[in-house]
């Protein structure tokens, strides 16, 4: 089956731009994440989506970040304003059904640079 | 903020010898994951452990769980330079909404 796919791979911005991330999770997987990865760091949880309703956004920066799973099936990622502080690989996820012990599979990632 | 923190930061070794790693944690948990992520990649599940359980193998993998001591170990044993990552162990806690939180990883470098 195809994996999580996500675009774009890496992205150079100015700080003050605005970027969004695409991701398409694995067909029928109800469960879609997105996360944070700053070098050298474990991923961070950003946001936690069942279908297209948000679980968990405990840890997004609602000041500048948004997301959106229309559908309940791709979802986008955007950031508005960014800062230098957001350079980092956004990693999106899915799993089947979202509990605890289920297997999370992973995108590439998008790099992100802020100038 | 991260539950885990693994233990050692990074770990250089010979090819065929055995790589272990630990993670510990700081509040009770339904389970604990170790993820691999290659260079430049996405994260990749290895095993899961259960708290009610102490052991599992998967391959060449070996995981313990003491939740007495808050504390995990990954075992590879016989290298391979395939085995050259990042791993992570992630821990659902028993408490908070079902999500997984990661630790700052343990880099492994395999010498040829």
């Known amino acids: 089956e195809a994996g999580v796919a996500q675009s774009p791979r890496y992205k150079i911005i100015e700080k003050r731009q605005s970027v969004a991330f695409w991701c398409n999770p694995i067909?029928?997987?109800?469960?879609l994440y997105w996360y944070q990865q700053i070098l050298g760091q474990g991923p961070k949880l950003l946001i936690q989506?069942?279908?297209?309703?948000?679980?968990?956004d405990s840890q997004l920066p609602k000041d500048r970040f948004s997301a959106e799973r229309l559908k309940g099936v791709d979802s986008t990622l955007k950031i508005q304003p960014a800062k230098l502080e957001d350079s980092a690989v956004y990693l999106c996820?899915?799993?089947?059904?979202?509990?605890?012990?289920?297997?999370?599979?992973f995108g590439p990632g998008t790099r992100l640079l802020v100038l | 903020s991260q539950q885990g923190e693994e233990d050692p930061q990074a770990l250089s070794i010979q090819e065929g010898e055995n790589a272990t790693m630990n993670c510990s944690y700081k509040?009770?948990?339904?389970?604990l994951q170790w993820y691999r992520q290659n260079s430049g990649r996405g994260l990749v599940h290895l095993i899961l452990?259960?708290?009610?359980?102490r052991e599992k193998h998967s391959g060449r993998l070996r995981v313990t769980l003491d939740t007495s001591k808050k504390s995990s170990s990954l075992l590879i044993t016989a290298s391979r330079a395939a085995d050259t990552a990042s791993y992570f162990c992630?821990?659902?806690?028993?408490?908070?909404?079902?999500?997984?939180?990661f630790g700052q990883g343990t880099r492994l470098t395999i010498n040829p």
């Open positions: 452990i259960r708290s009610n359980e």
């Open positions: 992630a821990t659902d806690a028993v408490q908070g909404a079902q999500k997984l939180v």
């Open positions: 989506f069942q279908n297209n309703g948000v679980v968990d």
């Open positions: 067909s029928g997987h109800a469960t």
């Open positions: 509040t009770s948990i339904n389970n």
């Open positions: 996820a899915s799993s089947d059904s979202g509990g605890g012990e289920e297997t999370q599979y």
